[in-house]
């Protein structure tokens, strides 16, 4: 015996708006109606729905057996040439609430071929420019759900999906698709090098660039983006491939000095990992090639500073160029930072540090504190500074650099500063290179970098704790002509003009040595 549903019978209901007959075999209309202690077979789906919302009624209908049951009649109905659209909806909506952590429905929605059914229900509606997405994002629920319940599970929804299907969806920019489709991307994903490295490459890259373009458009609402970017940037050191064919230009891979032509979508990609690294900075493991590929990108992008006028605003400041050169420098300074925080047993950051500090990090960070003009207050408080110009040895006010954004040279700072911390080497390599007193200089109140001040003590304390050279360097500068100002007299400080004619700022006692504790 066979129901219709345009019958008038007890045991079905009429479907709106369309008055098409359709067939439900009896024995999956019993099973439902049943289980749901229901007459109609849409109220019966919405109450399995509302009982599957907790684990004790997917527990009972598990032993029920009611997900194949649900299944066969999502698979009916899609093949139907009547159009049943809510119905549709509702066993969608039946199969996620199913399979939220209950490992008999992941099971058997895994055996009974449940991604092929689900697949081919969230996209049955003829999705217009107006549609909601409802569907697919009900359908990537459900194999977000399903994909937590094995490895076997993970492997039916990554064959299934990858890459067309996957592409497909990343398409869709919209975030009610987006923040569904990165965790199951990443359910499938974690733990799984084999298929971070699929989405990494050739396949898998049309993918990871139509996420970020979403996510930089439209945003998103949950975590399941950052912790993709994790697993991909940090974990695997698959960021440079991902940064590389985000760019405009061809032979993206192949940065040139001084080459500022960024896009807005590696601007994003770059502040969303330095946020991930400096919100969870004792969960992600940094490696050599990310740390160095950061630092990379930074000696591009600092080019920029040839062509920028004074900025106003911090990161982001709507510029690609100049929020790369930013959000490079920020994620330096928080991986620079990472050995104060982890043990030596636990990470591997100190490694990681030594090669940025090979690779000339903070010779970098010091040429920029060079070119860049003196801080306000020490720059308003010089005088003649116009006759000091012409003097040997000394860089006009011309030709020195403004900050291209708020707090860039409070970010310089941190970057020194955490280099400094416990590494007698880079101290000496900061007196070797005669920055001392330009690292002297940086201990002010300034408006256009807040926190300078305490970033700027902070790293002098690392210059000098237990090194009785630095120390005594300090201890025995030599004033050459001084500006007094109520500023510095609270740390022992004034600022100073030196034979070059640069600003310098020391200590006011050429005989008190100052203490590295």
């Known amino acids: 015996m066979k129901q219709t549903l345009s019958d008038s019978t007890s045991l079905v209901m009429e479907v709106r708006p369309s008055p098409s007959e359709f067939t439900v075999p009896e024995n999956i209309l019993r099973r439902l109606l049943v289980a749901a202690n229901s007459y109609r077979l849409d109220e019966a789906l919405e109450l399995l729905t509302e009982a599957a919302r907790t684990d004790r009624g997917r527990s009972a209908l598990a032993y029920k057996d009611v997900l194949p049951a649900v ?100 398409r869709i920019h919209k975030v009610e698709v987006f923040d569904p489709l990165c965790m199951v991307i990443y359910n499938c994903c974690k733990g799984r090098h084999e298929r971070i490295r699929e989405l990494s490459g050739v396949q898998g890259l049309p993918i990871l660039i139509e996420i970020v373009r979403t996510a930089s458009t439209v945003g998103f609402q949950e975590d399941w983006f950052k912790l993709l970017l994790s697993i991909i940037c940090f974990e695997e050191s698959h960021f440079l491939s991902l940064f590389s064919e985000l760019r405009l230009v061809e032979n993206a891979g192949n940065f040139k000095y001084g080459d500022n032509h960024f896009t807005m979508e590696q601007a994003f990609l770059l502040s969303t990992v330095a946020e991930c690294l400096n919100k969870k900075m004792t969960e992600i493991s940094v490696s050599n090639e990310f740390a160095n590929c950061v630092l990379g990108i930074l000696k591009v992008a600092v080019g920029v500073l040839d062509c920028v006028s004074k900025e106003k605003f911090g990161l982001p400041t709507g510029s690609a160029a100049i929020d790369v050169l930013g959000y490079s420098l920020t994620t330096l300074r928080d991986i620079c930072a990472r050995d104060e925080m982890l043990s030596s047993e636990k990470d591997s950051s100190a490694g990681v540090i030594e090669s940025l500090l090979s690779a000339g990090l903070v010779e970098l960070m010091l040429d920029l504190l060079r070119n ?76 256009d970098n807040p926190f300078l001040r305490e970033w700027g003590i902070w790293m002098v304390r690392n210059l000098l704790a237990g090194n009785a050279e630095n120390q005594r360097e300090v201890a025995e500068l030599k004033v050459q002509g001084s500006v007094d100002l109520p500023e510095f007299a609270a740390l022992g400080l004034q600022v100073v003009v030196d034979q070059s004619g640069r600003p310098k700022l020391v200590n006011v006692s050429a005989d008190e040595k100052i203490s590295g504790s």
């Not at 999502?74 to 199969?95: A, G, N, Q």
């Not at 492997?155 to 299934?160: E, G, N, Q, S």
């Not at 500063?417 to 201990?443: F, K």
């Open 71 to 170: 299944l066969q009649l999502s698979r009916l109905l899609s093949s139907s040439s009547s159009v049943h659209p809510h119905l549709i909806f509702s066993t969608l909506r039946l199969l996620r609430n199913l399979c939220a952590g209950e490992i008999v429905n992941q099971n058997s929605f895994v055996r009974e071929n449940g991604v092929e059914v689900v697949s081919i229900a969230s996209s049955y509606v003829d999705l217009g420019s107006n549609s909601d997405y409802s569907f697919v994002r009900v359908g990537l629920q459900v194999f977000g759900n399903v994909s937590l319940g094995g490895e076997e599970h993970r492997t039916a929804v990554w064959d299934w999906h990858f890459p067309a299907v996957f592409l497909d969806i990343a």
């Open 372 to 447: 860049l003009e003196p801080p306000a207050i020490i720059k308003k408080s010089i005088k003649q500074v116009e006759s000091c110009e012409n003097r040997k040895g000394y860089m006009s006010s011309n030709s020195l650099k403004v900050c291209p954004y708020k707090g860039f040279r409070r970010d310089i700072v941190g970057v020194i500063g955490n280099c400094l911390y416990r590494r007698e080497h880079v101290q000496d390599e900061i007196r070797q290179n005669n920055g001392i007193p330009l690292l002297l200089q940086q201990c002010v109140t300034d408006e």
